[in-house]
């Protein structure tokens, strides 16, 4: 070993005290080793330090991509769920529209050939399609024609609800709203 490098900063007199012994060379070498272990661990801890800043960092960014895409997908689900929303009350508006076409062709096959009908017409609420207000007016009639009116009417399941019967001269006007029986 060199004696530059193991000394025990102690010079030689022969008057002072007798040299260390030879295990204390081993003192400056554990020194050395010391001071480079600890500048490894330290760079080695900074290395350490920086690559999880910049996971730390990288996931941060992942947690908000992830974020932004959950919210992305959460309005998308909003907005399924309104459509939804808007083709079951479609679906409810088309279930309740039944076709006026066998209403109509009923009543004027209720109707006898000496009397005629003056005016016939239907009204449908956008709110509430399964209601149509019917409206008939019939020249030369009885009351035993509004009766075979709803007969037919009813033999097509629809009820009359809040009929009202008025006549005027050869008139008679016959009001009603049909509501379409499912059972």
């Not at 007969?151 to 009603?176: I, P």
């Amino acid at each position: 070993m060199s004696a530059y490098v193991t000394h025990d900063f102690k010079t030689p007199r022969p008057d002072g005290s007798r040299r260390l012994p030879r295990t204390f060379m081993l003192v400056p070498i554990l020194f050395y080793l010391s001071l480079v272990a600890g500048s490894y661990l330290s760079i080695n801890s900074y290395v350490n330090y920086r690559e999880s800043c910049k996971s730390r960092d990288n996931s941060k960014a992942q947690t908000a991509e992830q974020d932004g895409a959950t919210s992305h997908i959460e309005a998308d689900i909003a907005n399924i769920n309104k459509e939804k929303l808007k083709a079951e009350k479609l679906v409810q508006w088309v279930e309740g529209t039944r076709m006026i076409q066998p209403i109509s062709v009923a009543v004027t096959r209720a109707i006898p050939p000496e009397v005629s009908l003056g005016e016939m017409s239907f009204e449908r609420s956008v709110d509430i399609p399964a209601q149509i207000n019917l409206s008939v007016r019939i020249n030369s009639g009885g009351m035993e024609d509004i009766g075979r009116i709803q007969t037919a009417v009813e033999s097509l399941k629809y009820h009359a609800y809040n009929s009202q019967q008025s006549k005027t001269g050869d008139f008679l006007d016959y009001r009603t709203i049909l509501v379409w029986q499912q059972n």
